[in-house]
């Protein structure tokens, strides 16, 4: 999905109905299956142990304890299967334009910046994980226990001093809030099927919901 | 002993470097503009960047480490003094060395990014090692403290060490000098008679060259000396 302002939007719907029901989150599984192949960016198969674990985890604990724990896990896991594809195919500027678009050169400009910052910070984390693991592997890592204290300490110093730094330069250019800027988008011919899908399925859970009570 | 790049393949995205050179005991440096591929080279070499085809061998090297271009990656030890003793050093010897006296209860993290660069030198050099790898070493420090890194360099306490360097103005004698170019890693051959074919050589080297002087190694003494010799 190319238009950024329908991807967001689809997110949003999506990830709503897949959390709302099961019924929503077999709607949303299909879509995913159907429409977001080929962009489902997956993660690899240590980030995956990892945050399918944990919902797998937490699943069987409220399973464990009198409630629906295998609803919530699936659920829980169509939810973070849209989540990869949102991110995984968001470009640089992707949520700056929306905000723009959305709230204005004031408000847009100001979520729009903090969001891309954000981002952009997510996407640096992941690379500074892999060169720190590295480092420590090369200077005698103690176990993966041990490594994450000194991990997580190096890990935010650096994303406080990164900050600062972005601060500085912000200010250093004569930030004071808001800014002009003119978003873009572009759009591919599936756009406007994927995104009235995910409407459809919206619609879907919410009259499901209606004939429910 | 050597470290063995055999017909790899470095790849991200589109992107490709080409490798293919045996690194011998001795000074290496390897130099290419920024973006050449660089950190990726030392990665791989390291162990820690998987190849998109070719192989790393190494022998004789049993002991060997990178030094990463932010050293705020290597930090183990909360305090200075912890972060010594992590790399098994003495305390007052190694902040002695690194110009760091009195601050061995200071925070690491909270060094500036000069000060951290040069304890985590002096404890990487301050180990023995089979084989070093430095990626971009004098990032960071100033002038005064890009000669005593050239010095523990020129010590000889490691067999082998391949620096990765854009630096123009501080460099330490080298035995062999290795260049980037269009997407390979290129062997310009030993020093001193690799100095004519460097092409990413500092300003004061290609300048003495120019001028029909043979310095005998790279450094800036050298190109001096060359100079002087011609001209006495």
Not at chain 2, 14 to 38: C, I, M, Y
Request: net charge positive; aromatic share 8%.
């Amino acid at each position: 999905m190319q238009d950024a302002r329908l991807r967001i939007g689809a997110t949003l719907l999506l990830s709503c109905a897949a959390f709302s029901s099961v019924f929503g989150a077999v709607l949303v599984a299909l879509w995913w299956g159907i429409i977001g192949r080929g962009e489902r960016n997956l993660p690899g198969r240590h980030a995956a142990a990892v945050i399918f674990g944990a919902i797998i985890l937490v699943a069987g604990f409220t399973e464990a304890f009198g409630g629906d724990g295998i609803s919530y896990g699936f659920r829980m896991t169509v939810v973070t299967l849209i989540a990869f594809w949102a991110f995984g195919h968001g470009r640089e500027g992707d949520l700056m334009n929306t905000a723009v678009w959305a709230f204005g050169d004031r408000i847009g400009f100001d979520l729009g910046l903090t969001a891309e910052m954000a981002v952009s910070s997510l996407r640096r984390i992941e690379k500074d994980i892999r060169d720190i693991k590295n480092a420590l592997k090369l200077k005698g890592s103690r176990g993966p226990v041990h490594d994450l204290i000194p991990l997580g300490f190096a890990l935010t110093i650096i994303q406080i001093h990164r900050a600062r730094e972005q601060g500085i330069i912000l200010a250093t250019r004569g930030y004071r809030g808001g800014g002009t800027y003119l978003p873009t988008f572009r759009r591919s011919k599936t756009d406007n099927v994927a995104f009235f899908g995910s409407i459809l399925i919206i619609v879907a859970v919410f009259v499901s919901f209606v004939g429910y009570l | 002993m050597y470290l063995k790049a055999d017909r790899l393949t470095l790849s991200h995205g589109e992107w490709n470097l080409r490798a293919d050179g045996v690194f011998g005991q001795g000074v290496h440096l390897v130099t290419g503009p920024v973006g050449s591929g660089k950190t990726t080279l030392a990665s791989a070499l390291a162990g820690i960047f998987e190849p998109a085809s070719g192989r790393i061998n190494r022998d004789g090297i049993l002991h060997l480490t990178l030094s990463m271009q932010f050293p705020e990656y290597h930090v183990t030890g909360f305090l200075v003094k912890d972060e010594i003793r992590s790399w098994h050093l003495p305390v007052a010897e190694t902040l002695r060395q690194a110009g760091l006296d009195g601050r061995q209860n200071a925070k690491t993290l909270t060094l500036s990014r000069g000060e951290l660069k040069r304890l985590h030198l002096t404890c990487l050099l301050g180990n023995l090692w089979d084989a070093v790898i430095l990626d971009e070493p004098f990032a960071g420090l100033d002038c005064r403290e890009k000669k005593r890194v050239c010095a523990a360099i020129e010590e000889g306490n490691h067999p082998l060490i391949i620096i990765f360097t854009h630096e123009q103005a501080v460099l330490p004698a080298a035995d062999v000098i290795w260049e980037i170019e269009e997407g390979a890693l290129v062997c310009r051959g030993k020093v001193p008679e690799a100095i004519p074919a460097w092409k990413g050589a500092p300003r004061y080297l290609t300048r003495a060259t120019e001028e029909g002087a043979q310095p005998k190694n790279i450094r800036l003494q050298d190109a001096t000396e060359a100079l002087c010799r011609m001209h006495a």
